[in-house]
């Protein structure tokens, strides 16, 4: 997912879910080390019982609350708390069943999924949820005239693929209603991974009755929608642009005795200076952190850190058909030359990790050994002036030129403009004639461009959507909607096609597939890792049950309350 999947890193940052896309490097603002705050508006109400609302800040707006358009991480996990799936992630990241009544009933060939549904669940509006609306809803997204990025993630669905190619139907796809209450699901060829797309928000259903009355206004704001989850959306004003919103208590939801919270507060505060300190005075319950902050708060007993599995990088456009990043002794030089300990240490300064590969640490691991995923790849990102020399001194020759001039597109926090500086100083002062122009805009207009193909660097990021290299891998395919920087790899093609459609079987041999192909985008740099970040913040010890995942929606409030201290 994108990270804001990728904007906490670069808004807070940045994200990434998962280009992305999020929290990230903030300036060295106020606060002395060491300083402590509850975080707690007030303990407890007017008849002394704990008020169940908990505030919160975003890095970044709300860039959709359509299911079917969701890239980031913001979207997702407000739709996470919104609406429900046929399962859920606990706190474990292990699926549990919540729109089904119980796990998946799986043929022996791992081809037909057949899913009996909930029969108490119902939407915010007190009508059933039924087998039809998850029916039309992964067809909606398939559909090309919805034009969702998120389409790829349903190729393992029979048919998928071919809808989206504009070949079939969308009526072709394959799922359907057994009845009110049981779902028939048909994949191409079995697929590991399969199950935990179902707790992914792009999977969760939707009522064709509400799409059809809004039109093109169907989710633009919280009205234009019913929800199904243990919370609805509320005070969400359109895309990029309402600075907060909130997720209040869903009176028709299911199991609503188990939710404890009354509404969550969310707050846009793109500072990490100004969100800090409206934390240390009690305003909010959470807040990220990034930089030296995380750095001065580590003592903190409100302190939170949690490694991502997620992967940040710079994305290189080579659409353009005059582009220098299209040379690969380009893309080498400039890979060569980030210091990514610097980045981790100095500059993130809150449990990030340099990132050599572009699958990350911890998200997989061998079925025959268990080594980690990134530890396979032969050729890693490292930092090494003397082959970021050499590399720039042969694209010179390659390009016939002495010079080029990079735009490095970043959101416009202070956080993003503080990496950005130090990317831009690096590279200028490693490569003699390479100069950088670093544009920063709103994160929404980042996204654009970076879908309309308008920069030629972006710092961009990737979070897990399930647990498998293949969430990474797929994107980088040569008719991937989210492949932003035009790459295109016939071996690598071939490869992906394999694993996707021969190999969810053979486990060993799935395996080595994928390790062969995360081994040619190391060698071909179509992006390059920069840093898997650690996402650190500040909570309240008023809030408690609060799950964190690092797959798909960042937190699920459902189980979550305020307590006094």
């Given at each position: 997912?994108?990270?804001?999947?990728?904007?906490?890193?670069?808004?807070?940052?940045?994200?990434?879910?998962?280009?992305?896309?999020?929290?990230?490097?903030?300036?060295?603002?106020?606060?002395?080390?060491?300083?402590?705050?509850?975080?707690?508006?007030?303990?407890?109400?007017?008849?002394?019982?704990?008020?169940?609302?908990?505030?919160?800040?975003?890095?970044?707006?709300?860039?959709?609350?359509?299911?079917?358009?969701?890239?980031?991480?913001?979207?997702?996990?407000?739709?996470?708390?919104?609406?429900?799936?046929?399962?859920?992630?606990?706190?474990?990241?292990?699926?549990?069943?919540?729109?089904?009544?119980?796990?998946?009933?799986?043929?022996?060939?791992?081809?037909?999924?057949?899913?009996k549904l909930n029969e108490k669940s119902k939407w915010s509006d007190g009508q059933p949820v039924t087998a039809k609306d998850y029916v039309f809803s992964w067809q909606r997204t398939v559909d090309p005239a919805t034009a969702s990025e998120y389409a790829q993630m349903f190729a393992p669905v029979k048919n998928a693929t071919k809808i989206t190619n504009g070949e079939l139907g969308k009526e072709s796809l394959g799922i359907k209603a057994n009845g009110d209450y049981e779902l028939v699901i048909e994949l191409e060829s079995a697929t590991p991974y399969f199950q935990n797309l179902l707790a992914f928000p792009n999977f969760f259903p939707?009522?064709?009755?509400?799409?059809?009355?809004?039109?093109?206004?169907?989710?633009?704001?919280?009205?234009?929608?019913?929800?199904?989850?243990?919370?609805?959306?509320?005070?969400?004003?359109?895309?990029?642009?309402?600075?907060?919103?909130?997720?209040?208590?869903?009176?028709?939801?299911?199991?609503?005795?188990?939710?404890?919270?009354?509404?969550?507060?969310?707050?846009?505060?793109?500072?990490?200076?100004?969100?800090?300190?409206?934390?240390?005075?009690?305003?909010?319950?959470?807040?990220?952190?990034?930089?030296?902050?995380?750095?001065?708060?580590?003592?903190?007993?409100?302190?939170?850190?949690?490694?991502?599995?997620?992967?940040?990088?710079?994305?290189?456009?080579?659409?353009?058909?005059?582009?220098?990043?299209?040379?690969?002794?380009?893309?080498?030089?400039?890979?060569?030359?980030?210091?990514?300990?610097?980045?981790?240490?100095?500059?993130?300064?809150?449990?990030?990790?340099?990132?050599?590969?572009?699958?990350?640490?911890?998200?997989?691991?061998?079925?025959?050994?268990?080594?980690?995923?990134?530890?396979?790849?032969?050729?890693?990102?490292?930092?090494?002036?003397?082959?970021?020399?050499?590399?720039?001194?042969?694209?010179?020759?390659?390009?016939?030129?002495?010079?080029?001039?990079?735009?490095?597109?970043?959101?416009?926090?202070?956080?993003?403009?503080?990496?950005?500086?130090?990317?831009?100083?690096?590279?200028?002062?490693?490569?003699?004639?390479?100069?950088?122009?670093?544009?920063?805009?709103?994160?929404?207009?980042?996204?654009?461009?970076?879908?309309?193909?308008?920069?030629?660097?972006?710092?961009?990021?990737?979070?897990?959507?399930?647990?498998?290299?293949?969430?990474?891998?797929?994107?980088?395919?040569?008719?991937?909607?989210?492949?932003?920087?035009?790459?295109?790899?016939?071996?690598?093609?071939?490869?992906?096609?394999?694993?996707?459609?021969?190999?969810?079987?053979?486990?060993?041999?799935?395996?080595?597939?994928?390790?062969?192909?995360?081994?040619?985008?190391?060698?071909?740099?179509?992006?390059?890792?920069?840093?898997?970040?650690?996402?650190?913040?500040?909570?309240?010890?008023?809030?408690?049950?609060?799950?964190?995942?690092?797959?798909?929606?960042?937190?699920?409030?459902?189980?979550?309350?305020?307590?006094?201290?």
């Amino acid at each position: 997912m994108i990270s804001s999947k990728y904007s906490k890193i670069l808004e807070s940052w940045v994200k990434l879910k998962k280009l992305i896309l999020a929290s990230s490097i903030a300036a060295v603002l106020l606060l002395a080390a060491g300083c402590s705050g509850s975080g707690a508006k007030n303990d407890s109400s007017s008849n002394g019982k704990v008020e169940q609302v908990f505030s919160r800040v975003e890095s970044a707006e709300l860039p959709t609350a359509d299911i079917s358009l969701a890239t980031d991480v913001v979207s997702h996990t407000a739709l996470y708390n919104t609406y429900e799936g046929i399962y859920r992630l606990g706190d474990s990241n292990e699926l549990v069943p919540a729109g089904a009544k119980e796990l998946a009933t799986v043929s022996e060939d791992g081809l037909t999924y057949t899913i009996k549904l909930n029969e108490k669940s119902k939407w915010s509006d007190g009508q059933p949820v039924t087998a039809k609306d998850y029916v039309f809803s992964w067809q909606r997204t398939v559909d090309p005239a919805t034009a969702s990025e998120y389409a790829q993630m349903f190729a393992p669905v029979k048919n998928a693929t071919k809808i989206t190619n504009g070949e079939l139907g969308k009526e072709s796809l394959g799922i359907k209603a057994n009845g009110d209450y049981e779902l028939v699901i048909e994949l191409e060829s079995a697929t590991p991974y399969f199950q935990n797309l179902l707790a992914f928000p792009n999977f969760f259903p939707q009522r064709e009755d509400i799409v059809k009355k809004y039109g093109d206004d169907y989710a633009k704001t919280s009205e234009n929608a019913v929800y199904n989850g243990a919370f609805v959306l509320e005070g969400y004003k359109g895309p990029g642009v309402s600075t907060e919103w909130q997720y209040k208590k869903n009176d028709q939801y299911w199991d609503k005795d188990a939710v404890k919270l009354d509404k969550v507060d969310v707050k846009v505060v793109k500072e990490a200076g100004t969100a800090l300190n409206m934390y240390e005075d009690n305003q909010i319950d959470e807040t990220y952190l990034s930089g030296e902050l995380a750095q001065q708060n580590k003592s903190n007993p409100d302190f939170l850190s949690i490694l991502q599995p997620n992967t940040f990088y710079l994305q290189f456009n080579m659409k353009k058909d005059d582009s220098a990043l299209k040379n690969e002794n380009v893309r080498k030089a400039i890979s060569y030359s980030i210091d990514r300990d610097a980045v981790a240490e100095n500059v993130l300064a809150n449990g990030s990790k340099a990132a050599t590969s572009y699958v990350p640490v911890g998200l997989a691991f061998s079925p025959s050994d268990n080594k980690d995923f990134a530890d396979s790849s032969k050729t890693k990102a490292d930092f090494d002036k003397t082959k970021a020399e050499e590399a720039w001194k042969q694209a010179k020759k390659e390009l016939n030129k002495d010079s080029i001039t990079i735009e490095l597109l970043v959101t416009d926090t202070e956080s993003a403009k503080k990496l950005s500086e130090y990317l831009q100083e690096e590279l200028q002062k490693t490569l003699d004639g390479v100069k950088v122009n670093v544009t920063s805009v709103p994160f929404a207009v980042t996204l654009d461009r970076l879908q309309s193909g308008s920069y030629d660097i972006a710092l961009a990021g990737w979070g897990a959507d399930y647990p498998d290299p293949m969430s990474y891998l797929n994107n980088m395919t040569s008719t991937n909607p989210l492949n932003y920087g035009g790459y295109s790899n016939k071996e690598f093609d071939a490869l992906v096609d394999e694993i996707n459609t021969k190999d969810g079987t053979d486990l060993d041999l799935r395996w080595n597939k994928m390790v062969e192909a995360n081994q040619i985008i190391m060698d071909d740099l179509p992006i390059a890792p920069v840093f898997q970040q650690a996402k650190t913040y500040l909570r309240s010890a008023n809030a408690k049950g609060i799950e964190s995942h690092s797959l798909g929606a960042e937190f699920d409030y459902k189980n979550a309350e305020m307590v006094a201290k």
